[in-house]
């Protein structure tokens, strides 16, 4: 199931998903980890969750990610508990409030909530979409980055200060673009250490 984790600036292997030395920059994503490649059977299970609305699924695959991390991948759980006193915090990717309540739940924040019970981290549904957003799926990369720009900010009651390092929770990367916008508002608003972590790539 897994592919070879890779930068998620120039999307090039990357030792644990680490950002290239080289590709950092002040307000891009420190790191990018996926379960695998978006291909049946994650695929099917991922559009089983969103569309067919199987709740369910959030919890296998939250429980297949742990696994993994444990069996495969101990990069990001020992970065994690080396870092917890500093105060991680897992926050999904918000969907807009109407597609939300059309399908009754957002996958990335059910999946969210599963890791951080497992993992004993904070969640927080600290990011909320400001404007109505085209769906991603048949847009090119550069009509992507367009299409998700400014469509992002920090919720009002939450603040970043306390938990500054991040494991923001996404379904699917393809280009990037929506998790880089986030990153860029979180980073804004103080976090100092902002991971992807999605199912498929």
């Given at each position: 199931m897994q592919k070879e984790l890779v930068c998620p600036i120039c999307e090039r292997s990357a030792m644990g998903g680490q950002t290239h030395p080289i590709c950092k920059s002040r307000f891009g994503l420190d790191g990018l980890w996926n379960l695998g490649i978006y291909k049946n059977p994650l695929r099917s299970a991922i559009q089983t969750l969103k569309?067919?609305?199987v709740r369910g699924l959030a919890?296998?695959?939250?429980?297949?990610?742990?696994?993994?991390?444990?069996?495969y991948q101990p990069?990001?759980?020992?970065?994690?508990?080396?870092?917890k006193r500093k105060g991680w915090m897992i926050i999904p990717v918000p969907l807009y409030f109407w597609r939300e309540n059309s399908r009754g739940f957002n996958q990335s924040s059910l999946v969210g909530?599963?890791?951080?019970?497992?993992?004993?981290?904070?969640?927080?549904?600290?990011?909320?979409?400001?404007?109505?957003?085209?769906?991603?799926?048949?847009?090119?990369?550069?009509?992507?980055?367009?299409?998700?720009?400014?469509?992002?900010?920090?919720?009002?009651?939450?603040?970043?200060d306390p938990k500054p390092y991040i494991l923001l929770i996404d379904d699917v990367w393809t280009t990037g673009s929506?998790?880089?916008?986030?990153?860029?508002?979180?980073?804004?608003a103080g976090a100092k250490s902002v991971w992807a972590i999605t199912l498929a790539r």
């Open positions: 569309y067919r609305r919890e296998v695959l939250a429980d297949i990610i742990l696994e993994y991390w444990i069996k990069f990001i759980l020992d970065k994690i508990k080396r870092d909530q599963i890791l951080s019970k497992s993992l004993g981290l904070d969640y927080c549904d600290a990011l909320k979409r400001i404007r109505y957003t085209k769906s991603q799926v048949k847009l090119k990369s550069k009509d992507r980055q367009k299409n998700i720009k400014n469509a992002f900010a920090v919720s009002k009651p939450y603040t970043l929506t998790l880089k916008e986030c990153c860029c508002v979180l980073k804004r």
